[in-house]
């Protein structure tokens, strides 16, 4: 800066707990450096990546953002779990990880209610083990002989496999899975499927993916034990704890224990070379399963299905878990059935399976959301400048009203949506910004953009429709962060017109030198507008097909080519007949701004008939 020895430093982050503790090391390693004392850089870099892990979104909702965003689809995390906005305004949708907004509360219910579930599924044709809720291991035992062993035992609210075993075949193993079971809800019991435990992923009408699932298990080499084997598989950099790795770490708990026990070994066995010791009968990747992709061996009726309980239950995104030996033939023919139905189901097991192509799930949610060709955009317009911000704002959201849109509009005024204020204040800045892309009321939106939030946090926006600059003048709003010169000013101001859409307009004062110079740093189209018709830019523009606006003869004129459409002054009363040339170059770049929002003529002439400004 221009003050020796004060430095700003611009860091890159994805997540910004994470980018200001990583500056925060680097500061510490420097000093430490200078200092020549001791500095712990791996304790550091564990720091980065544990704290990296709590912060970033989990790898389901990430695929769906990864894929939102490559449709150029905005998006915004709402919270620090898994809830985010993608689109803005009017055209907004939600996600909370693989659920969607348009899911009900009740589906949801019905889902996370196993009992219920299955009752439906019978009632709609769908093949379900026999079973029911129990209260207490007696009443567990009495159903398990009613129903034949091998049963399934786990809560009847649950998820992620927790608390579930299967292939229970005596009294002493249902009383371990009976309290694994009750740790987490009610309990119950139903008929154990033998098989193969597949996840099938449907989104919509369609079935985008499927997995075989395998419990966790490890191979015997004659040398290790089991626990030094789990230990040993446990290594894989592809399993971590929770959800973040593609893979989870084994568990070792009391079901491991059971389960070994019911092959005759202990954690302190030392299995012969090649035999397959299983540590748990469920296949879930959370208790560190692996998965193997089967989506094109998908049998059309299981398909069928599977979509069937989707709709039953009423999930747009839905894990529908199946057992059968295999899913080339149909379930009825192989005495497999539907185990259980699922609210935002983990995509892991789908994106990066253990062995097999992953698939574009993310994608099929994002396309179940948006149609294609829709990328969840409302029309937006920043209106930066020296003098006339306001104004222009306010007349731009006029114009628009004017076109029957719902309009949301921040200035230094405060927020208003649809006519109504909603905040007060000087609300020219980008928290403002973001406020009025969520309100689901907003078909379009205008922003006032002043250059305190441009230097605080940038723009509330990725992108938008149309850049308006109104002039830079002399530069009356210098010394702020260190914007000392007009040149400084004209560098800030321009950051809308490099951030408009690569297919729209920015609309820019040609008479004002500093405006005119940042045409080469627009991405769009510019089109100029000035009070002199004889201006050497409006010619240049005209003589290549392109748009001007410019004053003649008492009236406002747009031009392209041989098209004119004219405005009379007279007909616009804040101007007073053209005589305050500041509201004058307001309406022209108002006008300007509607021409590129494609805003009917009729509308804009009824507008600025009708705008008024009182002598403030």
Same mark, same amino acid.
């Given at each position: 800066? @221009?003050?020796?020895?004060?430095?700003?430093?611009?860091?890159?982050?994805?997540?910004?707990?994470?980018?200001?503790?990583?500056?925060?090391?680097?500061?510490?390693?420097?000093?430490?450096?200078?200092?020549?004392?001791?500095?712990?850089?791996?304790?550091?870099?564990?720091?980065?990546?544990?704290?990296?892990?709590?912060?970033?979104?989990?790898?389901?909702? %990430?695929?769906?953002?990864?894929?939102?965003?490559?449709?150029?689809?905005?998006?915004?995390?709402?919270?620090?779990?898994?809830?985010?906005?993608?689109?803005?305004?009017?055209?907004?949708?939600?996600?909370?990880?693989?659920?969607?907004?348009?899911?009900?509360?009740?589906?949801?219910?019905?889902?996370?209610?196993?009992?219920?579930?299955?009752?439906?599924?019978?009632?709609?044709?769908?093949?379900?083990?026999?079973?029911?809720?129990?209260?207490?291991?007696?009443?567990?035992?009495?159903?398990?002989?009613?129903?034949?062993?091998?049963?399934?035992?786990?809560?009847?609210?649950?998820?992620?496999?927790?608390?579930?075993?299967?292939?229970?075949?005596?009294?002493?193993?249902?009383?371990?899975?009976?309290?694994?079971?009750?740790?987490?809800?009610?309990?119950?019991?139903?008929?154990?499927?033998? %098989?193969?435990?597949?996840?099938?992923?449907?989104?919509?009408?369609?079935? @985008?993916?499927?997995?075989?699932?395998?419990?966790?298990?490890?191979?015997?080499?004659?040398?290790?034990?089991?626990?030094?084997?789990?230990?040993?598989?446990?290594?894989?950099?592809?399993?971590?704890?929770?959800?973040?790795?593609?893979?989870?770490?084994?568990?070792?708990?009391?079901?491991?224990?059971?389960?070994?026990?019911?092959?005759?070994?202990?954690?302190?066995?030392?299995?012969?070379?090649?035999?397959?010791?299983?540590?748990?009968?469920?296949?879930?990747?959370?208790?560190?399963?692996?998965?193997?992709? @089967?989506?094109?061996?998908?049998?059309?009726?299981?398909?069928?299905?599977?979509?069937?309980?989707?709709?039953?239950?009423?999930?747009?995104?839905?894990?529908?878990?199946?057992?059968?030996?295999?899913?080339?033939?149909?379930?009825?023919?192989?005495?497999?059935?539907?185990?259980? @139905?699922?609210?935002?189901?983990?995509?892991?097991?789908?994106?990066?399976?253990?062995?097999?192509?992953?698939?574009?799930?993310?994608?099929?949610?994002?396309?179940?959301?948006?149609?294609?060709?829709?990328?969840?955009?409302?029309?937006?317009?920043?209106?930066?400048?020296?003098?006339?911000?306001?104004?222009?704002?306010?007349?731009?959201?006029?114009?628009?009203?004017?076109?029957?849109?719902?309009?949301?509009?921040?200035?230094?005024?405060?927020?208003?949506?649809?006519?109504?204020?909603?905040?007060?204040?000087?609300?020219?800045?980008?928290?403002?910004?973001?406020?009025?892309?969520?309100?689901?009321?907003?078909?379009?939106?205008?922003?006032?953009?002043?250059?305190?939030?441009?230097?605080?946090?940038?723009?509330?926006?990725?992108?938008?429709?149309?850049?308006?600059?109104?002039?830079?003048?002399?530069?009356?709003?210098?010394?702020?962060?260190?914007?000392?010169?007009?040149?400084?000013?004209?560098?800030?101001?321009?950051?809308?017109?490099?951030?408009?859409?690569?297919?729209?307009?920015?609309?820019?004062?040609?008479?004002?030198?500093?405006?005119?110079?940042?045409?080469?740093?627009?991405?769009?189209?510019?089109?100029?507008?000035?009070?002199?018709?004889?201006?050497?830019?409006?010619?240049?523009?005209?003589?290549?097909?392109?748009?001007?606006?410019?004053?003649?003869? %008492?009236?406002?004129?747009?031009?392209?080519?041989?098209?004119?459409?004219?405005?009379?002054?007279?007909?616009?009363?804040?101007?007073?007949?053209?005589?305050?040339?500041?509201?004058?170059?307001?309406?022209?770049?108002?006008?300007?701004?509607?021409?590129?929002?494609?805003?009917?003529?009729?509308?804009?002439?009824?507008?600025?008939?009708?705008?008024?400004?009182?002598?403030?």
């Amino acid at each position: 800066t @221009v003050d020796i020895g004060v430095y700003q430093v611009v860091v890159a982050y994805s997540e910004e707990a994470v980018g200001r503790m990583a500056l925060d090391s680097a500061q510490t390693l420097v000093q430490a450096t200078l200092q020549n004392t001791s500095f712990d850089v791996e304790a550091a870099i564990a720091r980065l990546r544990d704290t990296d892990e709590d912060e970033r979104l989990g790898p389901s909702t %990430g695929a769906i953002v990864q894929a939102a965003a490559a449709r150029g689809i905005p998006w915004r995390r709402l919270t620090q779990g898994s809830m985010v906005q993608f689109g803005w305004g009017s055209h907004q949708r939600r996600i909370q990880a693989a659920e969607v907004d348009a899911t009900s509360a009740v589906s949801e219910s019905i889902a996370q209610d196993k009992e219920l579930t299955k009752k439906l599924l019978h009632a709609a044709g769908a093949p379900v083990p026999f079973g029911r809720p129990v209260n207490n291991v007696d009443e567990a035992w009495t159903v398990a002989c009613d129903i034949g062993l091998p049963v399934v035992v786990k809560p009847q609210d649950g998820n992620q496999g927790k608390g579930v075993t299967v292939n229970v075949t005596n009294r002493e193993h249902l009383e371990v899975a009976f309290r694994a079971a009750a740790e987490v809800g009610q309990v119950m019991v139903e008929k154990f499927l033998s %098989g193969n435990d597949f996840r099938l992923l449907v989104v919509g009408q369609q079935l @985008v993916a499927a997995a075989r699932r395998d419990p966790p298990h490890v191979i015997g080499d004659g040398i290790h034990s089991v626990r030094e084997l789990v230990t040993r598989v446990n290594g894989d950099p592809r399993r971590g704890e929770g959800h973040s790795t593609s893979l989870t770490k084994i568990r070792f708990d009391e079901i491991a224990i059971a389960r070994l026990d019911a092959q005759g070994l202990t954690p302190q066995s030392v299995p012969a070379k090649g035999r397959r010791i299983v540590l748990r009968n469920n296949a879930n990747l959370s208790t560190g399963g692996t998965a193997t992709d @089967v989506t094109d061996d998908v049998h059309p009726e299981i398909a069928a299905n599977a979509i069937a309980a989707a709709r039953m239950v009423g999930l747009h995104v839905c894990g529908v878990d199946i057992v059968c030996e295999s899913v080339l033939h149909p379930m009825r023919e192989q005495q497999g059935g539907i185990v259980e @139905v699922n609210a935002a189901p983990g995509l892991r097991m789908h994106l990066s399976p253990s062995f097999g192509k992953g698939r574009p799930v993310g994608e099929a949610i994002v396309s179940h959301l948006f149609g294609h060709g829709d990328d969840g955009r409302i029309p937006v317009v920043a209106v930066t400048g020296t003098n006339g911000k306001t104004t222009t704002t306010r007349l731009i959201a006029h114009l628009m009203a004017a076109s029957s849109l719902r309009v949301g509009m921040t200035n230094t005024d405060g927020v208003y949506v649809n006519g109504h204020q909603i905040d007060s204040g000087d609300c020219s800045g980008p928290k403002s910004a973001r406020n009025v892309l969520m309100h689901p009321d907003v078909d379009a939106a205008v922003f006032e953009t002043a250059r305190g939030g441009i230097l605080r946090e940038g723009l509330g926006f990725d992108r938008c429709q149309v850049a308006v600059v109104t002039n830079i003048g002399a530069g009356d709003h210098l010394g702020l962060n260190y914007i000392t010169t007009v040149e400084d000013l004209a560098v800030l101001k321009r950051v809308i017109v490099q951030n408009v859409a690569p297919t729209v307009d920015a609309v820019r004062n040609a008479a004002d030198p500093m405006v005119y110079a940042m045409g080469p740093s627009c991405p769009g189209n510019v089109i100029f507008f000035t009070a002199d018709h004889r201006h050497p830019a409006k010619a240049t523009q005209r003589a290549q097909g392109k748009r001007t606006v410019y004053v003649d003869d %008492g009236a406002i004129v747009a031009a392209q080519g041989s098209w004119r459409e004219r405005i009379a002054l007279s007909d616009i009363p804040f101007t007073h007949n053209g005589s305050i040339g500041f509201q004058v170059e307001n309406v022209m770049s108002s006008v300007v701004a509607a021409w590129s929002l494609v805003l009917s003529w009729d509308a804009v002439r009824h507008g600025l008939s009708s705008f008024s400004t009182d002598a403030k």
